[in-house]
């Protein structure tokens, strides 16, 4: 029995201290508590107690300036970081239909540049020779629309060329002591594309 009593003090005291507590703080902070009810109306006489007690000015409540919130930078905050920032990296997305008709104007276009290309060229081996230009450089140009031209084609660019010496009959005879005009070089074009 002294048992049961004994854990009875021991509540009661804990809720008597917590009860002790509260009214503690409920003195200390009078602006906290809740309105009380108005006093009845009365006919002019007011006892002193229920005169009106001279307006005070409010006290003032400081309050801690908070701080700006930080980011949480975890690794959730972070993937929506790095979504957000894809999203202005990345071109939109296109419907099918979208993506379809782009693929039709492709492929359109490419179809008109492959039957804007001219007929397939062949290549053909023969010799012909390259012409002079004024500046003393071959021209071989000539020589390949020449070449095609040997073949039944219409013009040509040349491919390979070669280069032979030429000299007088003379420079041959024994006892001939050659001369800076007796020999000089021609170019022939050996291969060309012809069209």
Known sequence: MSDRSGR????FGTQLATAGLVASMLATAPEASWPQAAPPPSLGLQSPAQQPLPPQPAPQQIEPPQAPRDENPGLINEIGKLFEKSKSLLPPL????ETIDDFNARTKDAGQSLSNMAKPSIMVSGRAACLVSSNGAPDCKAGADRLCQSKGY??????DTDAAEKCSPKVYLPGYKRQP???????YVTRALCQ
């Open 8 to 11: 009875l003090f021991t509540l």
């Open 94 to 97: 296109k419907s099918p239909s």
């Open 154 to 159: 219409k013009e040509g660019k040349s491919l």
């Open 181 to 187: 005009g007796d020999c000089k070089n021609e170019n």
